[in-house]
């Protein structure tokens, strides 16, 4: 119990110390104006207030990672706690600041316009590729997951198809619409299920005094899956996910001021590190030990662990509000996972977005290819989907590392992270057999190797990239001819 409590403790400082660091290395312009009033379209760059600007982002980066990943995660014990505290303070949050306030600082942009502008032109089309894959991977999974909750909610009293359709269509129109008209409306009062459950299954835990282990180096797997690399990609959201780099953005787009970044961008991450705790927790302390965690997932997946904490901790109502904010974050990051593609797609090939029939060509097509991808097995959607996100994670801390460094400012706060997540990266895809299936010591050897490679290459651009003077922001008085 102290472990969990202390790690809550130190995120929330982590807020207001190194999220306050962090913010004084990037330097924030008061004066600046930001793309929602330079590239104002009633569409994608509309003003909204921090409140709402910081429920969108919340609950546009949550998903069900930071409660499905921490769950899989407590099989491991309480060395999940650290990754979590210390992956969300100095991995996770630096990560989606760096990416939200460079992308206001380059009228919205997305990830790969930043990396083509910051890690040259062939990383635009590479992670173009990345990120769209990694968006309708995370749309259609965030179909069938929250479908499914709710089957279940429902006692299977409403076909999962009529289900599944529903949620498509509202996907459809939160894809299309202006961001204001849907998500802008309909977030606060999602936002406001996610954190009573949270906070109640949280405070379930404390006040019936649940026996959550101590802090502890072991590893408790059943399995005896190896921490490293594993971990990483097990829980992603809730301490370092790409997947939010293609989230700020969005947001980036509709933030009033600068100084306004801190809060909406490092802070919800903090909040999202406090949820993926409170799960973790949760599956830790109520199964009766990681045997019989191991024993609730075989038998239903997260999504049986998640009822039934629900229930034990809250009781039958309380525990349906509770399902319901977890069924709420997989729905709020698939419409804008699918509303994230389309901006990407249409900015990669310079689509201005105003007119409604420019959106709808890029939403067909891409909404085809998610029902076809409906078809294939969720398990085999989500292993392809855990390293392409990590791997997303590693080219935006590149990202922020290169743009601090041409401006000489503390690049090893990008950077640091960066090169850890990028070893553990390069080993994952060397062992795993959805990889290349080497053994665990050849992976980490050619890791080793291929970071090594890696970095270097990454301080010679960045050298060239300081001595050429490149532009860290685009001029505003261009800004419009761009919109």
């Known amino acids: 119990m102290y472990t969990f409590i202390a790690g809550i403790i130190l995120l929330i400082i982590g807020y207001f110390t190194y999220g306050k660091f962090v913010e004084k290395v990037f330097g924030v312009k008061e004066e600046r104006a930001t793309p929602a009033y330079v590239n104002s379209d009633g569409v994608d760059y ?43 303070i100095f991995a996770g949050a630096v990560h989606d600041y760096l990416t939200g306030m460079i992308s206001i600082r380059n009228r919205g942009a997305h990830l790969p316009e930043l990396a083509s502008k910051f890690l040259g032109k062939t990383m635009k089309h590479v992670v173009n590729a990345f990120a769209v894959l990694l968006l309708l991977l995370v749309g259609t999974v965030f179909v069938s997951t929250p479908a499914s909750l709710l089957n279940v909610l429902m006692g299977g009293k409403v076909a999962l198809g009529i289900i599944i359709g529903a ?30 459950s949270s906070i109640g299954v949280g405070l379930g835990l404390i006040v019936k005094g649940a026996p959550i282990p101590e802090l502890s180096l072991s590893n408790f797997h059943p399995d005896n899956a190896p921490i490293f690399p594993l971990l990483f990609f097990t829980i992603t959201c809730g301490a370092l996910s790409g997947f939010h780099a293609t ?23 903090i909040g999202e590190g406090i949820i993926a705790m409170i799960w973790a927790a949760a599956a830790m302390s109520l199964f009766d030990g990681y045997g019989g965690l191991n024993e609730m997932l075989a038998a239903g997946g997260p999504g049986l662990i998640v009822s039934e904490v629900s229930t034990r901790m809250l009781g039958a109502i309380g525990g349906t509000i509770a399902v319901l904010g977890v069924v709420v974050l997989p729905i709020t990051s698939g419409d804008t996972a699918f509303r994230s ?32 991808l409906t078809q294939i097995d969720f398990n085999l959607l989500w292993r392809y989907f855990s390293w392409a996100n990590q791997a997303t994670a590693v080219i935006a801390l590149f990202v922020g590392a290169m743009y ?42 050619g890791g080793v190797i291929g970071t090594i490679i890696l970095e270097i290459l990454f301080f010679n651009a960045a050298k060239k990239a300081r001595a050429n003077n490149l532009p860290l922001e685009d001029d505003i008085s261009d800004w419009n001819d761009v919109a």
């Open 167 to 196: 949620i498509f269509l509202y996907y459809i129109l939160a894809t299309l619409l202006p961001v204001d008209k849907i998500i802008g409306r309909l977030y606060p009062y999602f936002g406001a299920i996610l954190l009573i």
């Open 247 to 269: 989230q700020s953005p969005i947001i980036s787009r509709t933030t009033q001021k600068e100084k306004q970044g801190r809060k909406i961008f490092y802070g919800m991450m």
């Open 341 to 372: 593609a389309r901006m990407i797609i249409a900015e990669y090939f310079n689509i201005a977005q105003k007119k409604i029939s420019s959106r709808l060509w890029i939403a067909i097509p891409m909404f085809a290819i998610s029902v076809v």
């Open 46 to 88: 509309v003003p909204m207030s921090t409140a709402r600007n910081s429920m969108i982002q919340l609950l546009n980066i949550a998903g069900t990672g930071p409660v499905f990943g921490p769950i899989l995660g407590a099989l491991y014990g309480p060395v999940a706690f650290i990754w979590i505290v210390v992956g969300c």
């Open 404 to 445: 601090l460094y041409i401006a000489k400012k503390n690049y090893w706060i990008a950077l640091i992270p960066g090169t850890f997540m990028l070893l553990m990266v390069i080993t994952y895809i060397l062992n795993a057999k959805i990889g290349f299936g080497l053994s665990l010591n050849i992976s980490w050897v």
